[in-house]
């Protein structure tokens, strides 16, 4: 089973590290990071780098195919080549996911129009823009296509894929290996739940990084 982990500067790297840490542990499972160059590509503030070793046209035909989030993503929405390398692979994947922003890649190359599927809380209307059809679902599937929330939600993701492709008890068996047993120490991981100041003061800073 083939992996691809779409990378890029700009990234979020818990997007791509969440999922990967719990699909690799499937049977047969080989994870491909790749990228439109090989190499170091990092996130936004710099100080770390996920290594692309693979180009996308060596990387065509991947069973599943997952597209991070992150402040890079923005730039890739205009790339011919990467949206083309998602339209191909998507064509014969078994399953094509995103967490958090990778959503926006996904709707900017028409895999998305007039489907049901989530991305970060802040980023709906741009979800909604590029023809999808936004859902308040941590994780959404319709289909082959399965898309999550914000950042920590991939590791949902991918354990719900993981009992999708190998059944229940893999995926609990993953998720006990991992110790994924969430307790926060707020309960203010969604805008419905968030105080108003905490949420006004991120839409605030979201307002001032947007053009007007």
Do not use: N
């Not at 170091?40 to 997952?66: C, F, M, Q, Y």
């Not at 991070?68 to 390398?85: K, Q, Y």
């Not at 959503?103 to 023809?131: M, P, Q, R, Y």
């Amino acid at each position: 089973m083939e992996i691809a982990i779409l990378l890029f500067d700009g990234i979020t790297a818990l997007d791509a590290v969440g999922p990967y840490e719990a699909l690799s542990m499937l049977p047969g499972a080989q994870v491909r990071f790749v990228g439109k160059e090989r190499g170091a590509k990092r996130t936004r503030s710099g100080s770390l780098a996920l290594v692309a070793d693979h180009t996308l046209s060596e990387i065509r035909r991947p069973d599943i195919v997952l597209v991070p989030g992150g402040p890079g993503e923005e730039a890739l929405r205009h790339d011919p080549e990467v949206l083309g390398w998602l339209r191909a692979a998507h064509e014969t994947s078994r399953w094509t996911t995103s967490v958090c922003t990778g959503a926006l890649l996904l709707a900017a190359a028409g895999i998305l129009d007039g489907v049901e599927a989530t991305t970060h809380w802040s980023s709906f209307e741009d979800l909604a823009a590029l023809g999808a059809l936004p859902v308040h679902e941590r994780v959404v599937i319709r289909g082959k296509i399965v898309t999550a929330a914000g950042v920590s939600a991939g590791i949902d993701m991918a354990l719900r894929l993981a009992a999708l492709e190998a059944g229940d008890e893999t995926a609990m068996a993953i998720q006990l290996i991992l110790e994924y047993d969430p307790q926060p120490p707020f309960d203010a991981g969604s805008p419905d739940k968030a105080p108003p100041a905490v949420l006004e003061r991120l839409q605030a800073r979201r307002r001032a990084r947007t053009p007007t």
